[in-house]
């Protein structure tokens, strides 16, 4: 008896000399970990399967050891492997991915929140601009979550912001200059430039984000601010940041 | 293991040897029953090599291999074939590569691969210190020989990126390694291929 599964892996980690740990999203489970017995030197089982990022189906074993899957073999759907020789596409993909692993985490929206990874990392390799992509694919992530960015109208006014605006971390939404006051902080400064981009990242449909063009600064300034709000949500910072901010270079 | 079976001096060195990969308890009964009736230098030689290794053995501090001098045999051997480097991520896949005596040049470990999802960073490598000797040793040709893995064609892609622009030609074996393989496993036949049909990156 086993439990097919399609699944999106995370990390693996040799234990011992034989057997490896792997931990993927699942659209019905979220996160889970499960041990791959005799996968480092027999790859019968897992053939091209085990690699971070591959859209794979698993087979889990009916008996599991508490949080601990065991799986018994696996197939490859789709490896994404050109991301390889793309290193910010890659440092994309992977801070999604690891985005993803923590939001389906408890498992309720990870249906949605599966399906919207599979669906960035199709988009990444098929060469849509790789820095709208990211915070369009981010903000969907995030949304799915729960934590969606409310950009529309003010936090505390209701109306269309006004200039200065600021973003609350802890409320995730925008706010007047004029707003800002009695408003839950930390807050961070936000250009105008950046909110507008902000908020056709969110509501623009993917296919026509090709057209969502930005400068390297004010993706700096994005990203610094989905940083921020992450880390302030999860109560730390991603891994995968440092990679995407060593190659995601000035254009 | 049942507890208060043996004596703890006994109990102490299985727990120890059964901490080896690749071994289970089982096996690590039978290794330390062996010593403890095996003569009493052989269980001292024992002991003493272990001393030796980790008092003795540490990093080349030229390429980063293991070594019991300042440098590690291969770089103290100047006949070697001089302005090239072969580049592997950990000290074991250096022996493997070594065996198949299809290179002569010298070597530089990295200790490790780039892995965004755990947060391995370039500057966690020893990149720098790869380019400082691509620069003082009049190095031309750099072969990257890393496991064909995810972590291993993007440490790939950075390395060719980052050294080209120094001015020396870069070369990564070629994937004729099975997918996810491991250089420390595949067999010599399969690896001196690779390393034959190298393509430049
Ligand atoms: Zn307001
Ligand atoms: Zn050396």
Redesign the pocket.
């Known amino acids: 008896m086993s439990i097919q599964t399609p699944a999106i892996i995370l990390t693996i980690k040799d234990i011992g000399e034989a057997d490896r740990l792997v931990t993927f999203l699942t659209p019905d489970r979220g996160r889970v970990t499960g041990l791959a017995k005799h996968a480092k030197k027999s790859r019968k089982r897992f053939p091209n399967v085990l690699e971070p990022l591959n859209r794979v189906e698993f087979y889990l074993s009916a008996r599991t050891g508490g949080d601990l899957e065991f799986l018994q073999k696996g197939e490859l759907i789709r490896a994404y492997s050109s991301l390889r020789r793309d290193l910010p596409r890659l440092g994309a993909a992977a801070l999604l991915a690891e985005l993803a692993g923590e939001l389906a985490s408890p498992p309720e929206a990870a249906a949605p929140i599966f399906a919207a990874l599979e669906n960035a990392l199709a988009r990444l390799e098929n060469g849509l601009p790789v820095d709208s992509l990211l915070i369009s694919a981010a903000l969907h992530l995030l949304k799915s979550g729960g934590y969606g960015f409310h950009l529309g109208a003010?936090l505390?006014?209701g109306?269309e912001?006004a200039p200065p605006l600021h973003f609350s971390i802890p409320r995730g939404g925008v706010?007047?200059g004029?707003?800002r006051g009695g408003a839950p902080g930390p807050l961070l400064a936000l250009n105008p430039g950046a909110w507008k981009i902000l908020r056709q990242a969110q509501e623009m449909p993917p296919d026509r984000l090709a057209r969502l063009i930005l400068p390297a600064w004010q993706r700096d300034q994005i990203l610094a601010l989905i940083r921020a709000f992450l880390r302030y949500h999860l109560g730390r910072d991603l891994k995968s940041w440092s990679f995407l901010k060593k190659v995601s270079g000035d254009k | 293991m049942a507890k208060g079976a043996y004596p703890e001096a006994l109990t102490r060195v299985i727990r120890a040897i059964a901490k080896w990969p690749g071994v289970g308890e089982k096996t690590a009964t039978r290794m330390a029953l062996y010593l403890l009736r095996a003569p009493e230098g052989e269980a001292r030689e024992l002991v003493e090599a272990i001393k030796e290794l980790k008092e003795k053995i540490k990093f080349c501090r030229r390429c980063f291999a293991f070594a019991d001098q300042e440098l590690c045999p291969i770089c103290a051997d100047p006949g070697r074939t001089q302005g090239q480097i072969l580049v592997v991520a950990d000290p074991g896949d250096l022996l493997p590569i070594e065996r198949t005596g299809w290179f002569s040049g010298y070597y530089h470990v990295l200790g490790g691969l780039i892995s965004p999802l755990e947060g391995v960073k370039p500057e966690d490598l020893r990149i720098r210190e790869l380019e400082e000797r691509i620069k003082s040793e009049g190095i031309e040709e750099v072969i990257l020989a890393l496991n064909p893995t995810m972590e291993g064609e993007v440490t790939t892609t950075y390395l060719s990126e980052q050294l080209k622009p120094l001015g020396v030609k870069v070369s990564r074996i070629a994937y004729g390694l099975p997918m996810g393989g491991d250089i420390k496993y595949i067999d010599q036949q399969t690896l001196k291929e690779a390393l034959g049909h190298r393509v430049e990156t």
């Open positions: 003010c505390a006014c109306k912001p706010l007047c004029a707003c």
